[in-house]
């Protein structure tokens, strides 16, 4: 076991909870109930697991499959492939999941900038294609010959033209500098508070709001690709309202499900490690008594490094108190 320093908040599973964790798990076998799947994570391959899914029951799909990068997964490498061969498992993938979307679905693909190259052609042949959403990692590896690597791709996907947009459940909460007033000395597009001036902005498909999770973290696991909680929660709010169903097929250490079950959604996800589902399973257990999403907060995203500027209050919702943290 790795020996981590005493502030580190990294989450881990010690073997006797693990030995617990697991055993609420499931496989499956034969066909399968929505209500049989609702909340829980699904340990199995993908491809031996996805034909027993029911059909039509996914409202919001997230799909962040394994890049094409030559990368163990505790124990499971997923090895590079060629174009042609990465093209052709990613079409098998979503062929397998085209099925299981309900008829108004919307798709979240995650990729890098050499796997967009290679997943878009296959997003244009099953769904349409509506945006590319560019994150910034922050981090990123320096390199000699070529430009630092430190943004990532999210491909909007719908099944047809009949899908749900939240445009003002994601809109993101800038500081406003230089703030103008009308005529009458009223604040002009913005909001004027205790706390500082703010004014709430469309989003655009490019974002540099988000926090990759580091050690200081309680999201925090040792998952080698980890996605922000911040970063899953604009695609559930944006694309889907409480009570849908989210899935995530290749759900790694649980952060679909464990921002889904914050947002009051129904979820379930797959995920062939069993040390990534106890990760997951014991951050679902934990939102039971802290829902905070690092870097959104009473209904609204905050931009990096402003949330210090708020007041350290507490949101309140049915049955739970949310913590919040400085992003």
Not at 151 to 159: A, H, K, Q, V
């Amino acid at each position: 076991m790795k020996k981590r320093a005493s502030r580190n908040r990294t989450l881990t599973c010690e073997e006797r909870e693990r030995e617990q964790l697991a055993s609420n798990l499931i496989t499956l076998g034969g066909e399968t109930s929505v209500a049989t799947l609702c909340g829980r994570i699904v340990n199995q391959d993908f491809f031996t697991a996805v034909g027993f899914l029911p059909a039509g029951f996914v409202d919001l799909l997230i799909l962040d499959p394994p890049y094409n990068l030559s990368k163990d997964y505790n124990g499971q490498p997923f090895h590079e492939k060629s174009d042609s061969g990465y093209r052709e498992w990613f079409r098998n993938v979503v062929l397998q999941l085209r099925p299981i979307l309900a008829a108004d679905a919307t798709v979240y693909v995650c990729s890098d900038w050499k796997t967009s190259i290679l997943v878009a052609p296959v997003l244009q042949e099953f769904f349409q294609v509506r945006n590319r959403i560019t994150w910034e990692r922050e981090k990123g590896r320096g390199a000699k010959s070529n430009w630092k690597n430190n943004t990532e791709d999210i491909w909007y996907c719908t099944l047809s033209d009949s899908y749900l947009f939240n445009v003002d459940a994601v809109k993101l909460k800038r500081k406003v500098v230089a703030p103008y007033r009308d005529a009458n000395g009223k604040p002009k597009d913005w909001q004027e508070g205790d706390d500082g001036n703010y004014r709430l902005t469309y989003p655009s498909n490019i974002w540099t709001d988000i926090t990759i999770p580091f050690w200081s973290m309680p999201e925090n696991t040792d998952h080698p690709t980890q996605k922000p909680e911040k970063l899953i929660a604009k695609l559930i709010l944006s694309s889907s309202n409480e009570g849908d169903f989210v899935f995530d097929p290749f759900l790694g250490s649980g952060t679909t499900a464990v921002v889904a079950k914050k947002l009051h959604r129904h979820f379930s996800g797959i995920e062939q490690s069993v040390e990534y589902c106890c990760w997951a399973q014991k951050r679902l257990s934990l939102a039971d008594a802290d829902s905070n999403i690092q870097g959104y907060s009473d209904g609204t995203f905050w931009e990096r490094n402003t949330l210090s500027d708020q007041k350290q209050t507490k949101m309140v919702r049915p049955s739970q108190t949310m913590r919040l943290f400085d992003e």
